[in-house]
């Protein structure tokens, strides 16, 4: 289809940007997006460091590398990355992203952080100017399971009406973080999401929060593919 062609475009622009031969501690993000970012390390082939170790941002991630026959790493013992590449659910002018479509935005967030480089590859739909506009689930809001009804109740008073607890499709009740937490997805108004920094902060002092998907001043570079073949490049 246009939309996985497009996915496949961004992520080989990336890779072949801005995964370096010598680079050797790689972050892989989550989402349908990556599993080209993967393809196109494995094309690589054996020009590239030897030791390299990828480090998964969640299960799917995980078994992405697995699968690859990569080698896997863990981020205990690799804490500072030298690229991290990840998908978005929608990125604005700014490079602003929601992410958290998937769940993972926890540890995803803290391989943005622990990379030197860190790089969005997303198709043509998630190319955006003020968030909200595409991705209309809301801010997804990774919380204490102790906490979610108290989190509802804050999140509605603070601008989200329509705040909800993410649950599963195939099981009863919540879905489950890889972390063993809950997902709120709280939608907010332009008026907020023009801001998201001051939004993200907000939510984020809310005791019971462990992680917000709003990732704001953390790219280096966004890269979507179009349906014309063409690739656009934000930085
Ligand atoms: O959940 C996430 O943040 C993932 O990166 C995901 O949203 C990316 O979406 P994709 O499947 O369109 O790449």
Redesign the pocket.
Known sequence: SAIEASKRLAAYTAVDKHILPEHKYIGI??????PYVVERIVAQGAAVNKDRVFIPTGFQSKELIVDANLQLGDVDQYPTLDVTI????EVDADLNCI???????LR?KVLAEAAITWVIV??FRKNSSVLGTTYKKGVPVEVAPFAYAKLLANLRMIGSPDAALRMAVNKAGPIVTDNGNFVIDAPFGPEYMKDPLTLLTRIKMLTGVVEVGLFCHMAKAAYFGNEDGSVTVRH
């Open positions: 993000g989550s989402g349908s997006t990556v990840d998908g978005a659910d992410k958290g479509g998937g769940a993972c935005h995803e997303a198709d």
